[in-house]
T-cell receptor, first 112, second 113 residues
Framework: DAKTTQPNSMESNEEEPVHLPCNHSTISGTDYIHWYRQLPSQGPEYVIHGLTSNVNNRMASLAIAEDRKSSTLILHRATLRDAAVYYCILRDVDFGNEKLTFGTGTRLTIIP | NAGVTQTPKFQVLKTGQSMTLQCAQDMNHEYMSWYRQDPGMGLRLIHYSVGAGITDQGEVPNGYNVSRSTTEDFPLRLLSAAPSQTSVYFC????????????FGSGTQLSVL
């Protein structure tokens, strides 16, 4: 199974940008990089995903390294509502590998 | 659309009792899965299914059974509950393939005494 590695925790000041890293050195050419976040006492929710190119949506941006062995989730202006656990996972483009493992993620604390 | 619906939200069991956690989705998703989350920990995959009639084991399958007789439903059965199964359980669904995102239910908090 393709694995990801994330720091256990990070802190950021409110209204500052936040860069959350993820290493996935064993990524295959057909793996999409997905990010999810889990707010306190809630189920995880989708944030963003991409394959090779950088991606933007209303929640965040995803920067993918040229060799695809790492990626960074960027929250452009953190708010207190962004305090959550952020998970980076890999998901194969094809039907073949759906054993999706999440790991422990990065706990993001926002300082007012 | 209701999305992914989990019932019950809370459950207390005695050791040795059996029960079924229900998960239903109305998005015609092929992929469904069950995770457990212990306090302060990440999500661990219990079982998953890529379509009706197809199930497979995840990281921590022992003590749990699943079946997928319809596309919509993916129940998780605890045959003989143990205190070690006290956890929060999340169900997820998706269309298959990496381009698709996962949708999660709101969770079932289970306590086994």
């Amino acid at each position: 199974d393709a694995k990801t590695t994330q720091p256990n925790s990070m802190e950021s000041n409110e209204e500052e940008p936040v860069h959350l890293p993820c290493n996935h050195s064993t990524i295959s050419g057909t793996d999409y990089i997905h990010w999810y976040r889990q707010l306190p006492s809630q189920g995880p929710e989708y944030v963003i995903h991409g394959l090779t190119s950088n991606v933007n949506n209303r929640m965040a941006s995803l920067a993918i390294a040229e060799d695809r062995k790492s990626s960074t989730l960027i929250l452009h202006r953190a708010t207190l509502r962004d305090a959550a656990v952020y998970y980076c996972i890999l998901r194969d483009v094809d039907f073949g590998n759906e054993k999706l493992t999440f790991g422990t993620g990065t706990r993001l604390t926002i300082i007012p | 659309n209701a999305g992914v619906t989990q019932t019950p939200k809370f459950q207390v069991l005695k050791t040795g009792q059996s029960m079924t956690l229900q998960c239903a989705q109305d998005m015609n998703h092929e992929y469904m899965s069950w995770y457990r989350q212990d306090p302060g920990m990440g999500l661990r995959l219990i079982h998953y299914s890529v379509g009706a009639g197809i199930t497979d084991q995840g990281e921590v399958p022992n003590g749990y059974n699943v079946s997928r007789s319809t596309t919509e439903d993916f129940p998780l059965r605890l045959l003989s509950a143990a205190p070690s199964q006290t956890s929060v359980y999340f169900c997820a669904s998706s269309s298959t393939g990496g381009v698709e995102k996962l949708f999660f239910g709101s969770g079932t908090q289970l306590s086994v005494l």
